[in-house]
């Protein structure tokens, strides 16, 4: 009997070698020497397998954040921070993969194929963050875009990834700072800016403008 | 202190930097001579102090080697006006921190351990700025450590940094840039030395060792198995900064201890190691309660050869300066006269240098020396000044071996001339042939 694990690790093994999907469920199975009912018990096709693998590394990334004694003290810039650092860090571990499966799948600028499972997760992961930021103050409540922050969190979610997958110095220290500069630029748009307050002061100036004729000089 | 939680770090930002300084200064031009207008009797002291608070603020964003530069020229007081001064010698205490998954995360690719589980206890927020890194407190069986964490990219960035330095360090200093290469090389080698942590740790078990019997200095103990290529982990040492220790009024017989101290510490390593800690800027140092002088860095290191050493000392400690055809012997080797010049500028630049050493040596003339001489430093100053606006030193003149060993000894003249201490200047003395 195999197990899920197995016929992972099977299709993990076949594609890095082949540089392609196995041609049918049935050749595949063969190969492992099991039968095609136990495949589909656990999976429904190769894609969903890969699917699968890439919620397998958010989940184990957030698992892992969260067992930090300093994930409470940080502030919702710093976990967003310290997923991006450890993310990196757990895809390392399967980076052969996640080069070969963004490299087939389809749709590869917004969501990639492979990446539909993880990006709920890591939109439900980042709404629970940015909105302890929004409760503290940390973030600027404004209407209709501060429910957008997610969406842009996603992109940096993206381009993050991206970058890393291209990323060729030492210890992918440039994607430490990629991540750094990226995800600071991002919160510092979210925070209340100067911006914000002059919308506010033209607001005001337009709800008051009686005032307009007596300020003539 | 706001927490800065980014390094502008390519060359694209960090030109904009530049960029955007160069309008402020420009803007602080404007500002200047607008208000000249009205006001004819205002000196340039406010325009210099303008320029110098935008500079710093720009490199202070920028860290990295930037920031090292920055401190750099602060110690070359002799060539800059006093208000660059007094901002830059800012930038040796505080610059805004790294945020704290970063500093998680050079930690885990270090040891693949978070801090909590490497040390009892770990402070994520930073206590001081090391100018490549920043320093932060732990805990381990009950003692007390420092730890410093270096910038992620600085290694990369300090190249790039240095070419978009040079034209500005250059119009400050009023010198070409192709002249300057040779000397711009030496400080690229010294900062990248700087980048090496490893490197660091060796060489400051090695140093505190070998100094470890002079009087009145005293050395953290260093943890190799606790320290990688982007940390450092020692003991912490108490005490006061320079400027700390000097508002609780020390007495002049703390103060000659603290300065002897100081002149030990930098004359044995030049003439006994042959090495020095060319780094004397006071963030490196610590007064501890117990009176003590507390050294910290070792990220810069000055090696003298020879052939600098035993020329350059000659004209310090004997009487080589005062027999004409020696000392231009000397300025030959090193190569503060030119083979190609010819006999007026021999006479020009034999008289320009010959000044430099006597001011140099001055501390060394006496057995005694009182560093609370304005009247020497203002000749430091005035020469500096003067030297800097001379046509015929905007060329590269004298061997490379100059910038660090000037820094150090001006720097080391700088700090004592603060405590205002009084020295004896005979307890380790040049080694002649």
């Known amino acids: 009997m195999a197990t899920a694990q197995q016929i992972r690790n099977g299709y993990i093994d076949y594609v890095l070698m082949n540089d392609e999907k196995p041609k049918s469920v049935y050749s595949f199975v063969k190969k492992l020497k099991i039968s095609e009912s136990d495949f589909y018990e656990f999976y429904a096709s190769f894609e969903s397998i890969e699917k699968i693998i890439w919620v397998e590394l958010i989940v184990e990334t957030i698992g892992t954040l969260q067992q930090q004694e300093v994930w409470n003290e940080y502030s919702s810039r710093d976990k967003i921070l310290a997923f991006f650092y450890s993310y990196v860090e757990v895809l390392k571990k399967q980076r052969s993969f996640v080069i070969y499966s963004l490299k087939t799948t389809k749709d590869r600028f917004s969501t990639p194929d492979a990446l539909s499972g993880v990006k709920p997760i890591f939109e439900h992961f980042a709404e629970e963050i940015l909105n302890e930021g929004l409760e503290t103050g940390e973030l600027a409540e404004r209407k209709f875009f501060s429910k957008r922050y997610k969406d842009a969190l996603w992109i940096q979610f993206a381009f993050i990834v991206k970058f890393w997958v291209s990323d060729d110095s030492t210890g992918f220290e440039k994607t430490d700072e990629a991540i750094e500069k990226g995800i600071n630029v991002t919160f510092d748009l979210f925070q209340r800016s100067p911006i914000d307050n002059l919308l506010e002061y033209g607001k005001f100036l337009s709800r008051n403008g009686h005032f307009k004729e007596k300020m003539r000089f | 202190m706001k927490e800065q939680s980014s390094i502008p770090v390519t060359k694209t930002q960090r030109s904009a930097k530049f960029v955007k300084t160069g309008f402020q200064i420009g803007g602080n031009y404007i500002k200047h001579y607008s208000k000249k207008l009205f006001n004819p009797q205002l000196t340039n002291d406010e325009l210099n102090e303008d320029n110098a608070t935008d500079i710093y603020k720009s490199l202070s964003e920028l860290k990295g080697s930037a920031l090292k530069i920055a401190q750099m020229l602060s110690m070359d007081k002799n060539i800059l006006p006093k208000s660059y001064i007094d901002k830059f010698t800012q930038s040796q205490y505080n610059a805004p921190p790294l945020s704290g998954p970063l500093i998680v995360r050079t930690f885990t690719k270090s040891f693949g351990k978070t801090p909590e589980k490497i040390y009892d206890k770990f402070n994520l927020r930073s206590t001081n700025a090391a100018s490549i890194g920043q320093v932060h407190t732990a805990e381990l069986n009950g003692k007390k450590l420092a730890v410093k964490i270096q910038y992620p990219g600085v290694g990369d960035s300090i190249s790039s940094d240095l070419k978009m330095v040079k034209p500005f ?77 000097l508002k609780t009024k020390p007495s002049q017989e703390l103060r000659n201890k603290i300065g002897q101290a100081l002149w030990d510490f930098y004359n044995f390593q030049q003439h006994e190691l042959r090495a020095v800690h060319a ?121 490379k071996h100059f910038i660090y060993v000037n820094r150090t000894n001006f720097g080391l003249y700088a700090i004592l001339q603060e405590l205002k201490a009084i020295v004896n200047t005979t307890t380790y003395k040049p080694h002649l042939k």
């Open chain 2, 169 to 245: 360090a250059f119009r400050l200093l009023g010198m070409s840039e192709k002249e300057l290469n040779i000397y711009i090389k030496e400080v690229e080698e010294r900062l990248l030395e700087e980048t090496d942590y490893e490197l660091e740790v060796k060489r400051s078990i090695e140093f505190s060792e070998a100094c470890k019997n002079l009087n009145n200095v005293v050395f953290p103990t260093y943890y190799p198995e606790l320290s990688g290529k982007k940390i450092i982990s020692m003991d912490w040492i108490d005490g006061h900064h320079l400027k700390e220790f």
């Open chain 2, 279 to 399: 780094d004397p800027h006071p963030g490196n140092f610590l007064i501890t309660p117990e009176e003590k002088l507390g050294v910290i860095d070792f990220g810069c290191i000055k090696e003298m050869p020879d052939d600098f050493y035993y020329p350059f000392f000659s004209l310090i400690s004997t009487d080589v300066i005062k027999d004409k055809a020696k000392t231009i012997e000397a300025f030959r080797k090193l190569e503060m006269i030119h083979k190609e010049d010819n006999a007026e500028q021999i006479e020009f630049y034999y008289h320009a240098y010959r000044e430099m050493i006597e001011l140099f040596a001055r501390p060394y003339t006496s057995e005694v020396f009182n560093f609370d001489n304005p009247d020497f430093f203002a000749q430091l100053y005035s020469y500096g000044e003067k030297i800097s606006k001379m046509a015929e030193f905007k060329q590269a003149r004298g061997v």
